[in-house]
Nanobody, 114 residues
Framework: QVQLVESGGGSVQAGGSLRLSCAASGSITSINMGWYRQAPGKQRELVAG???????NYADSAKGRFTISRDNAKNTVYLQMNSLKPEDTAVYYC?????????WGQGTQVTVSS
């Protein structure tokens, strides 16, 4: 069993920045990780992913503004979010793609005001 704990959410004005962290209770060295978000009334969507080898991919809405990174020594994945927009408002979830199942964190709220 793996636990993922997100932190770093909060309320910011448009144009501001936040850095989300996802701390895993076990090693994520060989695990693909991702950040998802879910806005009220909408489906959960992928924001950014990072493979065990460090390759990254981003949703079109995140490209150029968000950066995903990982620190395997700390079992932690980050999401640096810059130039935030009101439409980025959502609960952000960390995801770990283990061989037998996905694991999800509890989510952290990000609210961007105009």
């Amino acid at each position: 069993q793996v636990q993922l704990v997100e932190s770093g959410g909060g309320s910011v004005q448009a144009g501001g920045s936040l850095r989300l962290s996802c701390a895993a209770s076990g090693s994520i060295t060989s695990i693909n990780m991702g950040w998802y978000r879910q806005a009220p009334g909408k489906q959960r969507e992928l924001v950014a992913g990072i493979t065990s080898g460090g390759r990254t991919n981003y949703a079109d809405s995140a490209k150029g503004r968000f950066t995903i990174s990982r620190d395997n020594a700390k079992n932690t994945v980050y999401l640096q979010m810059n130039s935030l927009k009101p439409e980025d408002t959502a609960v952000y979830y960390c995801n770990a793609d283990f061989p037998l199942r996905y694991y999800w964190g509890q989510g952290t709220q990000v609210t961007v005001s105009s």
